[in-house]
């Protein structure tokens, strides 16, 4: 395939690629949004194949491990359940990362199969390349191991601190970029492998002192990580879909770290370094003794939601857990029989990753035009007859207004406890995975629904009837 050809072809899937990102951005247009990456990947998947020319049998193996792998991608998205997408892409993007490690480590070991020169004597602008794609590559792997550990429960997922963390944090940050200056004047093996190795070493630091409440805002960090780094490796391998790839993901990322940032009153440079988000829980919360609730059933929460004339539905992790959404659809639908307004308010950070909950109701069908954003709904709540919250815990916490010490101390809650009854659908009164209790539960005008979120609310909905 010609130069110009490769180009031009390479160009079409860059624009998909931006048109896939516009549409993501809107559940309306998001399985539009998905067609046009799908279209875009394949075209330059395509011709990155053809540029090469030469199809010798070391591409029968490309193919057979492309097609080993695509078979085990395609199996796990179509198997994996919603409540695990949040660890799915905290590994697949640990794969990216460790993908642009190992490129880079061929470009370095065998420099000619890339056009790059010879071992010990590598373009100059290329090793830099490679330094900087292994680095980031290093980072994001290691890092999105810890997420993915700390989101599947296999590690605990308050922050992990010690003393002179920070101190510790820069010093390697400093080494990174003396070895990569030193890497660059010497070209030597042993400080390319020292640096790959500090690299990781740095990934593992600076997630393990993120909260639980915190790690929605982690997923976006490392997904704009992954970008970078396959940037990087795009620049060493002078792949232009490669990089145009790695640069929409890597900005899309920053920029949806630093709106996640925002809606969570957290400095983004702090996400950037690690370590946020890591304040110690004060003892008056860890010795809290228990307090008395009112708990009710399903009797009760339909008799207060036939009596209100307006509800607001706050659906957080637990009603993925219980795959509840469809469930919660037949109820609000049932409550607009009786001339009742419904709304949902959904927090930026709900859920596990970044639109898990809004993915949930469109799964559902529910209408876009009845979802709203923190910022939009969370006036309405005074003016509410019944927030129905359906196992949103860290979310809806007052304690984030009035705790300094609290780890979500700042962050913007939905206020869910101005509304004039509030019902809290959980199965127990166990924290959030902030690991902090919910001051919510024991307002006055809360009435705790102790069940399974999707059986709990298949029996309002029959008591609606």
Known sequence: MSANLSAILYLISGVLFILALRGLSSPETSRQ???????????????????????????????????????????????????AMPELVAGFHSLVGLAAVFVAISAFVNPEAFGLGIPGNIKLASLIEMAIGATVGAITFSGSVIAFLKLQGIMSGAPITFKGQHILNALILISIIILTVYLCSTQSSNLFWILIAVSFLIGFLIIIPIGGAD???????????????????????ENTALIITGALVGSSGAILSYIMCKGMNRSFFNVILGGFGATEQSAGDKNKEQRPVKSGNADDAAFLMKNASSVIIVPGYGMAVAQAQHALREMVD?????????????????????????????????????????????????????????????????VAKTDPQSPIYGMPVLDVEKCKSVLFVKRSLSPGYAGIDNDLFYKDNTLMLFADAKKMTEEITKNLD
């Open 215 to 237: 790690m929605p805002v982690v997923i976006s960090m490392l997904n704009s990580y992954s970008g970078w780094a396959a940037a990087g490796i795009g620049f060493t391998l």
């Open 33 to 83: 949004g998905n067609l046009f990456g799908i279209i875009g990947m394949v075209i330059a998947v395509t011709v990155t194949f053809l540029s090469v020319g030469n199809f010798t049998s070391g591409f029968i193996y490309v193919l057979i491990f492309l097609a080993i792998g695509g078979s085990i991608g395609a199996f796990i998205a179509y198997k994996i359940p919603m409540t």
């Open 334 to 398: 049932t409550l607009k029989k009786n001339d009742i307004k419904v709304s949902y308010a959904i927090h930026p950070v709900a859920g596990r990753m970044p639109g898990h909950m809004n993915v949930l109701l469109a799964e559902a069908n529910v209408p876009y035009d009845e979802v709203f954003e923190l910022e939009e709904i969370n006036s309405d709540f005074a003016n509410a007859d019944v927030a129905f919250v359906i196992g949103a815990n860290d979310v809806t916490n007052p």
